[in-house]
């Protein structure tokens, strides 16, 4: 048994590193199916953090894409200006809207083009070192 | 009741008469002639830009009512979303009116927006759109003509992110700018819009 205790600590402790975090809630999310050539695209979806401490969100990562940011789109009058965020904040109890026109995920270098209705799996990087594994429907917006 | 009052009452009712009969056809005057609004005045004009298929004017479109819109293609989130706000609100368009809308999209991002590129993202969206873009010097001049603010990043590397502001711009079949919308105007919003300006197109 006692043999056995190490390799069954670093199992648990790697399964808690991949497996949602029970207290930060992914929902209705989706992605904006690209126009063709377009290696750019932007996720939406809802955080729910129903901890009681703050969390934070630190990055956010896909297979098929090179790189992931969380972006802010800032309107002034009537020009839009889109500011990168380094992590997004969940304060306790509370939701974070990623909408079009607001916050977004940007996936940058898309590996393949993307199909309505597929789903697309990324990783949100929580502060702690925990992530969240989403899967995200490609929706055509036309 | 004397008669004199009788008159008054009379008249007073004549009056709401004639108020009600000439309400009617001054609201449908005015739901049918559409006016431009006096902020958009002088707003706009011609210009010439490249496209895929070789140079393409606004007076190109004389004829047509057109929804228009600076942008960039490697935008995620405003391009896409008022690009899809544009195309529905021309498939709303009823078909004998099909090939009187049209739309066009300028990049303000020659660097990366080829004319190629930008057909293959507008056509995405309707056949009907066109793709255009042209030197930071035209499309300067351009921007600044149509009151649309746009600002490319002094440091650009691979990746970068274009400021530009989001007017949807509603252009009659005389290529005046009659109306400004955004990408979260209600498609049938602008749709009904084009129509009543299309009324006026024989």
Known sequence: MKKLRLPLILLLGCWSLTVQAAEVEVRDAWVRLPPPGSDTVAVYMVVRNMDAQEHRLS??????AAEGEFHAM?????AMQMVHLQGV???????????????????RGLRRMLREGELLHLHLHLEDGRRLNIAAPVRDMR | MSAARGNLQVAGLAMLLAAVLLAGPFLLYQRLVPSVPAALTGLGGDFTLQSFWGPVSLHDFQGKVVLLYFGYTHCPDACPAALGTMARALRMVPGHWREQVAGVFISVDPARDTPERLRDYVRFFDARIVGLTGTRRM???????????????????????????????????????????????????????MQRWLGRVQ
């Open chain 1, 89 to 107: 904040d969940l304060p306790p109890g509370e939701r974070v809207v990623f909408a079009p026109g607001g916050m977004h995920v940007m996936l």
């Open chain 2, 139 to 193: 499309l300067q001049e351009v921007a600044h003509r149509w009151r649309a603010d746009f600002s490319l990043p002094a440091q650009r590397g691979a990746h970068y992110a274009v400021e530009h502001s989001t007017f949807i711009y509603l252009v009659n079949a005389d290529g005046q700018v009659v109306g400004l919308f955004d990408e979260r105007t209600a498609s049938e919003e602008m749709a009904l819009a």
């Open chain 1, 59 to 64: 990055g956010v990562s896909c297979d098929e």
């Open chain 1, 74 to 78: 800032l309107r002034q009058g009537h």
